[in-house]
């Protein structure tokens, strides 16, 4: 049960665009569309901002969009804004119904 | 207003054990998936286990295997972890999380165990 792979930092400065990938393998990133990316800013609880690869729930700014290209997924995040400044975590479905994270990736909004 | 109340953290010794509890509302409890996700401080996210609706199936990661049982009571909405023969390993938040296709979509705030002698 090996974690996904993310970057250990990203930045960008307001207005610009940042992408944060995911690796894993076709067991699990390859394998499923169930892809999901969290938001945490500190001392705070997770909160689901893409689900399914693309999909944004109810309430997350369009804003954040999401992609997968093989083992890869990603997490872009257009027009950067000073709130997006968090540490963001992907997962994926493993095999046996399992679940994985990433192992998070601080943003930062210069 | 979905909300997920976590309790019973706190301080035990190596070897020891401690029951987490998470009261839910909010929502049809017993029709979804349950999941615990750790975070030891300052690290990232780690799912633990998750329970089917019915609680007839369990799933864990391999660190808690054999030591960790996650469980549910849907009267009374509330879901467990059993954590028996704590390592200094295990200290972390602990977060109850309800789940919908391999995705947690609501958190509760999370409550913390610390390992230490």
């Known amino acids: 049960q090996s974690g996904l792979t993310q970057p250990p930092s990203a930045s960008g400065s307001p207005g610009q665009s940042v992408t944060i990938s995911c690796t894993g393998t076709?067991?699990?990133?390859?394998?499923?569309?169930?892809v999901s990316w969290y938001q945490q800013h500190p001392g705070k609880a997770p909160k689901l901002m893409i689900y399914?690869?693309?999909k944004r729930p109810s309430g997350v700014p369009d804003r954040f969009s999401g992609s997968k290209s093989g083992n890869t997924a990603s997490l872009t995040v257009s027009g950067l804004q000073a709130e997006d400044e968090a540490d963001y975590y992907c997962?994926?479905?493993?095999?046996?119904?399992?679940?994985?994270f990433g192992g998070g990736t601080k943003l930062t909004v210069l | 207003e979905v909300q997920l109340v976590e309790s019973g953290g706190g301080l035990v010794q190596p070897g020891g054990s401690l029951r987490l509890s998470c009261a839910a509302s909010?929502?049809?409890?017993?029709?979804?998936?349950m999941t615990w996700v750790r975070q030891a401080p300052g690290k990232g996210l780690e799912w633990v286990a998750k329970?089917?609706?019915?609680?007839?199936?369990?799933f864990y990661v391999d660190s808690v295997k054999g030591r960790f049982t996650v469980s549910r009571d849907n009267a009374k909405k509330s879901l467990y972890l059993q954590m028996n023969n704590l390592r200094a390993e295990d200290t972390a938040v602990y977060y109850c999380?309800?789940?919908?296709?391999?995705?947690?979509?609501?958190w509760g705030q999370g409550t913390l165990v610390t390992v230490s002698s």
């Open positions: 999380a309800k789940e919908q296709w391999f995705r947690t979509d609501y």
């Open positions: 909010g929502f049809d409890f017993n029709i979804h998936y």
């Open positions: 329970i089917t609706p019915d609680g007839s199936a369990q």
């Open positions: 076709s067991s699990d990133v390859g394998g499923y569309n169930y």
């Open positions: 399914e690869v693309t």
């Open positions: 997962s994926s479905r493993g095999v046996s119904g399992n679940v994985m």
